[in-house]
């Protein structure tokens, strides 16, 4: 079985820009979630998505945004980027929305804010 | 507000003797923990879990231990091998109906020397 991808990998924008990063979770997995890796603030939960309804929601400004697809692919959005934001996040996908059901991650998409 | 704390930033041990990894939480409501290993450019993996209606899991090398009253819990790896260095996170869930948020701590990077 294929693992959870993630692209792209690396990316560079400017302040002000907004970006797209794209998850396409294990087959059969319906459940996706998206987590903000900094050196300073660790591991945080972004968001999470089930049968294409947002279940779960972290805390992070409006200017983060997802959704998901009826193939359990997920987008996750930021307008207006700030150097704050230069960040890896990563997207974890498992079977199902609820019960504790073991995530599996990507690799992450590494963005970089000039 | 950090609800989930490893107090230790980093750990040293030596090869074949056991490393010792530990997490506090503040949050009651936390019932399932787990436990993800991470390597540089690639995602977290999961290790291992645990429940609060138990004390102790044991998988293979790795034992987590749950002290519920002290909400602590810790990894144990043993024998420790060089592969095993990398960081480690401790992760907490809670309200199986909510789905699938994870509250990590900040890590531990483990090296194991030869």
């Known amino acids: 079985k294929a693992g959870v991808t993630q692209t792209p990998r690396y990316l560079i924008k400017t302040r002000g820009q907004q970006v797209t990063l794209s998850c396409s979770p294990i087959?059969?997995?319906?459940?996706v979630s998206w987590y903000q890796q900094t050196p300073g603030q660790g591991l945080q939960f972004l968001f999470e998505y089930f049968s294409e309804t947002q279940r779960n929601k972290g805390n992070f400004p409006g200017r983060f945004s997802g959704r998901q697809f009826s193939n359990s692919r997920s987008e996750m959005n930021v307008s207006t980027l700030e150097l704050g934001d230069s960040a890896l996040y990563l997207c974890?996908?498992?079977?199902?929305?609820?019960?504790?059901?073991?995530?599996?991650f990507g690799p992450g998409t590494r963005l970089t804010v000039l | 507000d950090q609800q989930v704390k490893q107090n230790s930033p980093s750990l040293s041990v030596q090869e074949g003797r056991i490393s010792i990894l530990n997490c506090d939480y503040t949050?009651?409501?936390?019932?399932?923990f787990l436990w993800y290993k991470k390597y540089p450019a690639e995602g977290p993996t999961f290790l291992i879990s645990?429940?609060?209606?138990?004390d102790k899991n044991e998988d293979g090398r790795f034992t987590v231990f749950l002290n519920k009253s002290a909400k602590h819990l810790s990894l144990h790896i043993v024998p420790s091998q060089p592969g095993d260095s990398a960081v480690y996170f401790c992760?907490?869930?809670?309200?199986?109906?909510?789905?699938?948020?994870?509250?990590f701590g900040g890590g531990t990077r483990v090296l194991v020397k030869p």
């Open positions: 949050n009651s409501m936390f019932d399932y």
């Open positions: 974890a996908s498992s079977q199902t929305g609820w019960g504790y059901n073991e995530q599996f």
């Open positions: 087959s059969g997995h319906r459940s």
């Open positions: 992760a907490a869930s809670a309200d199986r109906a909510a789905g699938n948020k994870l509250t």
């Open positions: 645990i429940s609060s209606i138990k």
